[in-house]
């Protein structure tokens, strides 16, 4: 019996059926068995295992998002505390501490503002009733500690310019009152 090395079958013919009876052959069939070798799998391990060990960290320290995001939110409600005092013509004091920011406006008696500053004491609120602050994140802080007065057209009572930082992230908050984000 012979195999066909085209399609792997046993030639089957009278002759070839009478001489592998005499000879004692076993019909045979050729397969290849298909795997993966130990050194393959070996090696793709490693792979994934540095691959994790260098991308896994980056997914989960997410302390430069929240800074992000906190310096953005600061940098936002110092601009709506200068137009609150522009729109309203009373002054509006925000502070800014490592554990967040607050912003207070004077008192208005009959519609009018008290100039002085020792009546700012009123919470700002936003459009949705909310009061103007905020706390920073868990691991997120602002520097340096400072508070400021904008007045009715909006300059700052600082007698130079302002940096504060949050992490990696720095604004300035100019004396004309006018808060810069690069």
Known sequence: MRLD???DVADVSPRASIVGRSMGARRTSRRRIAGVTLIEIAVLIGIVGVLAAVAVPRFFDDRTFLQRGYYEELAAALKYARKIAVASKCPVRVR???GGYRAQRAVSHAGKCDFGQSDIGTGVQLADGQLLSGTSPIGVSASPGVTLTFDARGRTDLTAD??????QF??????DGDVQTP
């Open 5 to 7: 090395p085209q399609t």
């Open 96 to 98: 800014v501490s490592a």
């Open 162 to 167: 302002q940096p504060i930082t949050v992490g």
């Open 170 to 175: 720095a604004l300035i908050v100019k004396a």
